[in-house]
């Protein structure tokens, strides 16, 4: 059984320290802080924006909320790199607040967390925000498929319709007024009774 109390300790000894795998690889692996200048009287909420593949996700909207409320108690926008800084009044030192992140074409992210009650800056916030694959409130690939059933529906619908018209068709008579044949020669009318009516 693995003792993790070892585990811990061999790496405080090694000084291990975390980074990603594949950092060199990434344009803006490595981030530095935003330089904030320090208010005694603010409390500094420092954090990342990444998308679902871990890039950085510029622009997007950070609003902070005091926990279980509506109304917003600070905003800003994400830089090029995905940084963002939020400030506070330095009465919510110590309390939990919720960040959230929105941008266009992903999914709006919320986090509780505790601000620092030792310091003025809570750093290391991360908000990974997934795409948002919906369409009028379903995944897109139920969209696709609801929709190519209704367009097979409706072609199957005009197609019935069509057939149904065509039988009706064939169907009625068709009545025209033509003359009986007969051997009798005479026209229908005669002459006379029209220069009746018209005088």
Same mark, same amino acid.
């Given at each position: 059984?693995?003792?993790?109390?070892?585990?811990?300790?061999?790496?405080?000894?090694?000084?291990?320290?975390?980074?990603?795998?594949?950092?060199?690889?990434?344009?803006?692996?490595?981030?530095?802080?935003?330089?904030?200048?320090?208010?005694?009287?603010?409390?500094?909420?420092?954090?990342?924006?990444?998308?679902?593949?871990?890039?950085?996700?510029?622009?997007?909207?950070?609003?902070?909320?005091?926990?279980?409320?509506?109304?917003?108690?600070?905003?800003?926008?994400?830089?090029?790199?995905?940084?963002?800084?939020?400030?506070?009044?330095?009465?919510?030192?110590?309390?939990?607040?919720?960040?959230?992140?929105? *941008?266009? !074409?992903?999914?709006?992210? %919320?986090? +509780?967390? $505790? =601000?620092? *009650?030792? !310091?003025?800056?809570?750093? %290391?916030? +991360?908000? $990974? =925000?997934?795409?948002?694959?919906?369409?009028?409130?379903?995944?897109?690939?139920?969209?696709?498929?609801?929709?190519?059933?209704?367009?097979?529906?409706?072609?199957?619908?005009?197609?019935?319709?069509?057939?149904?018209?065509?039988?009706?068709?064939?169907?009625?008579?068709?009545?025209?007024?033509?003359?009986?044949?007969?051997?009798?020669?005479?026209?229908?009318?005669?002459?006379?009774?029209?220069?009746?009516?018209?005088?």
């Amino acid at each position: 059984m693995l003792n993790w109390r070892v585990v811990e300790d061999v790496i405080k000894q090694k000084n291990v320290t975390l980074q990603r795998v594949n950092a060199e690889q990434i344009p803006h692996g490595q981030f530095e802080k935003i330089g904030v200048q320090v208010d005694p009287d603010t409390i500094y909420v420092e954090g990342l924006t990444l998308d679902h593949d871990s890039n950085p996700l510029p622009n997007a909207r950070i609003k902070v909320y005091p926990q279980d409320s509506t109304r917003w108690l600070s905003s800003n926008v994400s830089d090029a790199y995905g940084r963002f800084v939020v400030t506070l009044p330095n009465t919510y030192m110590g309390r939990e607040v919720t960040v959230s992140a929105a *941008a266009d !074409g992903f999914i709006a992210r %919320n986090k +509780l967390i $505790k =601000l620092n *009650a030792s !310091g003025n800056g809570t750093p %290391n916030v +991360l908000l $990974k =925000l997934e795409e948002d694959d919906y369409i009028l409130g379903m995944p897109r690939l139920v969209f696709v498929m609801l929709a190519g059933v209704v367009g097979v529906a409706l072609v199957a619908l005009g197609a019935w319709c069509f057939s149904c018209r065509q039988k009706t068709k064939d169907a009625r008579r068709e009545y025209l007024f033509t003359q009986i044949p007969s051997d009798d020669k005479r026209p229908l009318c005669e002459e006379a009774a029209f220069d009746i009516v018209r005088k």
